[in-house]
């Protein structure tokens, strides 16, 4: 059961222009969702987060929108640049009711390429 | 800075071996966690824990263990290693819900 859902395997974008990566997830109880960011042969960091208390939230060059009743969020990056190349993942986790210890459950990732 | 140290970053094993994957981290986090990264399916949780000597089992548990003598040091276990087992191995810590990577190990079981 896939709570987290990257539809997009791959995405290919233009230098300058914007990118957008989607999440979708199942679970009402997620209320702290992650961006993270994966280069070959490193592990993945962490780029960007939201609350669910929020709809958006900002970081240079980094947007993060979340819709609550549709259970979907969206990282966009503006403008886009060859050096941002690489597997970016979702995370969600739920916060409230209880002791989480920090889990996170992951979406399967989606590979961007920039291209020059 | 952050810093999760994990011992190997490849490792090739036979079947039926007992591997050990180890992770160092030096932020004096509580939560440590395993994950293995496979194509198509992203990170899944392997074990988690939240306190010395305390375990809890992730999402696919199954083949291994885990041990939390220090609150630093957490390993991964391969009982008896299955090719279905050769996958990139990524360790993490957190304090709260930001959890921070080793540079992972990729393990082949031949």
């Known amino acids: 059961d896939q709570q987290v859902k990257q539809n997009s395997p791959s995405l290919s974008v233009q230098e300058g222009r914007i990118s957008i990566l989607n999440c979708d997830y199942t679970?009402?109880?997620?209320?702290?969702f992650l961006w993270y960011k994966k280069y070959p042969a490193e592990g993945p960091t962490f780029l960007i987060s939201?609350?669910?208390?929020?709809d958006k939230n900002e970081d240079g060059r980094f947007t993060v929108f979340l819709n609550k009743s549709a259970k979907h969020l969206s990282l966009h990056i503006v403008p886009s640049q060859p050096g941002d190349s690489a597997v970016y993942f979702c995370?969600?986790?739920?916060?409230?009711?209880?002791?989480?210890?920090?889990?996170?459950?992951f979406g399967q990732g989606t590979i961007l390429t920039v291209h020059p | 800075d952050v810093k999760v140290t994990q011992s190997s970053r490849y490792l090739v094993k036979r079947t039926g071996e007992k591997v050990f994957l180890e992770c160092v981290q030096d932020?004096?986090?509580?939560?440590m966690f395993w994950y293995r990264q496979d194509p198509g399916l992203g990170l899944r949780l392997i074990y988690f824990?939240?306190?010395?000597?305390?375990?809890e089992k992730g999402d696919i548990p199954e083949g291994y263990s885990v041990s939390r003598e220090k609150k630093e040091r957490f390993s991964l276990i391969l009982e008896s290693a299955s090719t279905n087992q050769t996958s990139m191995y990524l360790c993490?810590?957190?304090?709260?819900?930001?959890?921070?990577f080793g540079a992972g190990t990729r393990l082949s079981v031949l």
């Open positions: 993490a810590s957190s304090l709260w819900d930001v959890q921070y």
């Open positions: 679970n009402s109880m997620f209320d702290y």
């Open positions: 939201i609350s669910s208390i929020k």
């Open positions: 995370a969600a986790s739920g916060r409230a009711g209880g002791t989480s210890y920090g889990k996170l459950t």
């Open positions: 932020m004096d986090h509580e939560n």
């Open positions: 824990s939240y306190d010395v000597k305390m375990k």
